[in-house]
């Protein structure tokens, strides 16, 4: 089993940044892959990026591209994404994943989920 703890989350103004964290524990792996998502009120979860622990290779929904920076420090076993220029529309529950090997960005191919953090922006 893998844990997986959220932090960070809040209200911010549209504008203004904010970093999340994701400490994993238990039977993690250099082999995993760490992913974000969010999921906003009567929406679907979506993928939001994702990197691969022992590589460092990143992927992005295509709405945070220059916006958001997802990150991991192996030896503290904790993934960051680092948000800037947030806009309302960024609003949502974000969820920290992690799935064995391969980069998706699905929501169904992860096997482990965090509880969530709020983010909220106002407008």
């Known amino acids: 089993q893998v844990q997986l703890v959220e932090s960070g989350g809040g209200l911010v103004q549209a504008g203004g940044s904010l970093r999340l964290s994701c400490a994993a524990s238990g039977r993690t792996s250099s082999t995993y892959t760490m992913g974000w998502f969010r999921q906003a009120p009567g929406k679907e979860r979506e993928f939001v990026a994702a990197i691969r622990w022992r590589s460092g290779s990143t992927a992005y929904a295509d709405f945070v591209k220059g916006r958001f920076t997802i990150s991991r420090d192996n030896a503290k076993n904790t993934v960051y994404l680092q948000m800037t220029s947030l806009k309302f529309e960024d609003t949502a529950v974000y969820y920290c994943?992690?799935?064995?090997?391969?980069?998706?960005?699905?929501?169904?191919?992860?096997?482990?989920w965090g509880q969530g953090t709020q983010v909220t922006v106002s407008s």
């Open positions: 994943a992690a799935k064995p090997f391969l980069m998706a960005t699905s929501a169904d191919d992860y096997n482990y």
